[in-house]
């Protein structure tokens, strides 16, 4: 079964600051990752996902995130957070192609961002 | 295009009481899924519909748990007996067939369940 581990439970950094989420996965085959933000009183928003090709994929918001298959890991990155970017955050793989699989998504813990001024 | 809505926002229940929560997808999405989100903890799956078809179940989907979406478009998701381990966001999320890829959920604000 599929795993997901973010292990920063919670990170601050200070507005424009660059920031890096770290997220590392679990799955036998070519994962489906994506990565959501949650906002308090927010739904569940798509920052970004990688499929397949270019590891470097763009997002939503000035987000990126890497995928680097050699150390399982999915990390987001942004070079200059803003204030209104402070949320819950959450990387998330999905199962493997199949359509009654699609939108099975496993979610790690979630990182809680702070911004400070 | 108004985004999936999740009524009722705040249930408190007491122990032992059925609740229902409703969900209204987007409304050309035939996809329709449940999570349920535990506080300090990611969303789990629970249930999956395409169109007005169960297609999977989640282990966490006790018997006291059903689901239904009975004409293909919303969804309700009811708790028999309810117990205090249920106290939970539940949250509803649906994506199109043809035009979605793997996991592109598109969430509602979720329904936010207490059982004192």
């Known amino acids: 079964a599929q795993s997901v581990t973010q292990p920063d439970i919670h990170i601050t950094v200070s507005e424009g600051a660059s920031l890096e989420l770290r997220c590392n996965y679990s799955?036998?085959?070519?994962?489906?990752l994506f990565w959501y933000v949650q906002s308090p009183g927010q739904g569940l928003q798509l920052l970004l996902k990688y499929f397949s090709g270019d590891t470097l994929v763009q997002g939503i918001k000035g987000f990126e995130a890497e995928f680097k298959r050699s150390q399982s890991s999915f990390n987001l990155r942004k070079p200059s957070v803003h204030w209104s970017d402070a949320a819950e955050y959450f990387c998330a793989v999905g199962v493997g192609a199949g359509g009654t699989s699609y939108g099975k998504l496993t979610f790690g813990q979630g990182t809680i961002l702070t911004v400070h001024p | 295009d108004t985004g999936v809505s999740q009524n009722p926002r705040h249930k408190i229940t007491k122990r032992g009481q059925n609740v229902t929560f409703r969900c209204d997808p987007i409304s050309e999405h035939n996809r329709l899924y449940w999570y349920r989100q535990t506080l300090g903890q990611g969303p789990e799956f629970l249930t999956y519909?395409?169109?007005?078809?169960?297609?999977?179940k989640s282990r966490l989907l006790s018997d006291r748990f059903s689901a239904e979406r009975p004409k293909g478009s919303f969804s309700t998701l009811e708790i028999q007996r309810t117990e205090q381990g249920d106290s939970a966001m539940y949250l509803c999320?649906?994506?199109?067939?043809?035009?979605?890829?793997?996991?592109?959920?598109?969430f509602g604000e979720g329904s936010r369940l207490t059982v004192l």
């Open positions: 519909f395409q169109n007005e078809a169960q297609l999977e």
């Open positions: 799955y036998g085959a070519t994962p489906y």
């Open positions: 999320a649906s994506s199109p067939r043809d035009r979605g890829l793997p996991g592109e959920l598109f």
